[in-house]
């Protein structure tokens, strides 16, 4: 199947610190898709970003096709983007293993 | 916002008993996905089925059914559960090359 990429694994930052989190895949890509994740909840969609730079407030997506490869990047981080951030391709998607970010006050 | 609903939210089964999740959408998606999640795996594939009628085999389906007898509905069905399939089942909804919709999962204890 795809392989899918995370790094890093994890994170910790200071508040306000910049964080970029990266995805690389095995296989050339048609879609996808960024999730952020509490502890014990659900997935919530950040970015569908099959190709180019998208933006959602302090979150960036960049998806480069010809290198496999999609980052997400957070400014200014805040104590509430503390979770894991996944990132998936083409459905039926498979997943990355997840980056846990932990933002200290 | 698409809608996609679990139930239940909690289960606890004992070995070899069947148990049933079930998974509602409200946004006309064609295509539905069940995944499990657990430490150190992630999320993975289970069944996932493109239409009503059809069902098709993930990554780990060995152990699990599926069902999807409406648009809206898609079932995933355990008819001898065991211990190792205790984890957290996310069902999801979306179309073809869009976003992908979860639920809030349903967490199964398997005794």
């Known amino acids: 199947g795809q392989q899918v990429q995370q790094s890093p694994a994890s994170l910790v930052l200071q508040e306000g610190e910049n964080a970029e989190l990266q995805c690389n895949f095995s296989?050339?890509?048609?879609?996808m898709q960024w999730f952020y994740q509490r502890p014990g909840g659900s997935l919530v969609s950040l970015f569908y970003n099959p190709s180019g730079t998208k933006h959602s407030g302090r979150l960036t997506s960049t998806t480069v096709i010809k290198e496999r490869r999609s980052s997400l990047h957070i400014s200014s981080s805040q104590t509430t983007d503390s979770g894991t951030y996944l990132c998936a391709l083409e459905a039926p998607l498979s997943f990355g293993k997840g980056a846990k970010l932990t933002v200290s006050p | 916002e698409a809608a996609v609903t679990q139930s239940p939210r909690n289960k606890v089964a004992v070995t070899g008993g069947k148990v049933t999740l079930s998974c509602n959408q409200t946004n006309n998606h064609n295509n539905m996905y069940w995944y499990r999640q657990d430490t150190g795996h992630g999320l993975r594939l289970i069944h996932y089925?493109?239409?009503?009628?059809?069902?098709e085999k993930g990554d780990i389906p060995d152990g699990y059914k599926a069902s999807r007898p409406s648009q809206e509905n898609f079932s995933l069905i355990l008819e001898l559960a065991t211990p190792s399939q205790t984890s957290v089942y996310f069902c999801?909804?979306?179309?073809?090359?869009?976003?992908?919709?979860f639920g809030a999962g349903t967490r199964l204890s398997v005794l």
């Open positions: 999801a909804s979306g179309d073809h090359s869009s976003a992908l919709y």
């Open positions: 296989t050339s890509l048609n879609s």
């Open positions: 089925s493109y239409g009503a009628g059809s069902t």
